[in-house]
Nanobody
Framework: VQLQASGGGLVQPGGSLRLACADP????????LGWFRQAPGKEREFVAA????????SYSDSVKGRFTISRDRAKNTVYLQMDSLKPEDTGVYYC?????????????????WGQGTLVTVSS
């Protein structure tokens, strides 16, 4: 597995979690990186993306203002800080590497996927 996601867990509504996605083999250091999520019975959807140098960032409307994506190029790791979590944020979160230096919102823009980490928001 080229991308290794971690940090998921159970959190109460209003709480926070930070997900991390490591690229230990440095296969995607010059690529855009993104986070997607998949709730039970639903399609995998875009959450956030960051370009190779962090200069371009995008979020889905549902997480804008609550989630923050960042990357540490020295550590080859991308992070997703999730605040003010809601039950509808529950799902398996996947990190992915883009085919290019930019990172789009479409799944087809990505060709490398991590194994996913489960986030459950519940009281």
């Amino acid at each position: 597995v080229q991308l290794q996601a971690s940090g998921g867990g159970l959190v109460q509504p209003g709480g926070s979690l930070r997900l991390a996605c490591a690229d230990p083999r440095r296969t995607s250091s010059n690529n855009g990186l993104g986070w997607f999520r998949q709730a039970p019975g639903k399609e995998r959807e875009f959450v956030a993306a960051i370009s190779w140098n962090g200069g371009s960032i995008s979020y889905s409307d549902s997480v804008k203002g609550r989630f923050t994506i960042s990357r540490d190029r020295a550590k080859n790791t991308v992070y997703l800080q999730m605040d003010s979590l809601k039950p509808e944020d529950t799902g398996v979160y996947y990190c992915a590497a883009s085919r290019s230096a930019v990172a789009g919102t479409s799944r087809s823009s990505y060709n490398k996927w991590g194994q996913g980490t489960l986030v459950t928001v519940s009281s």
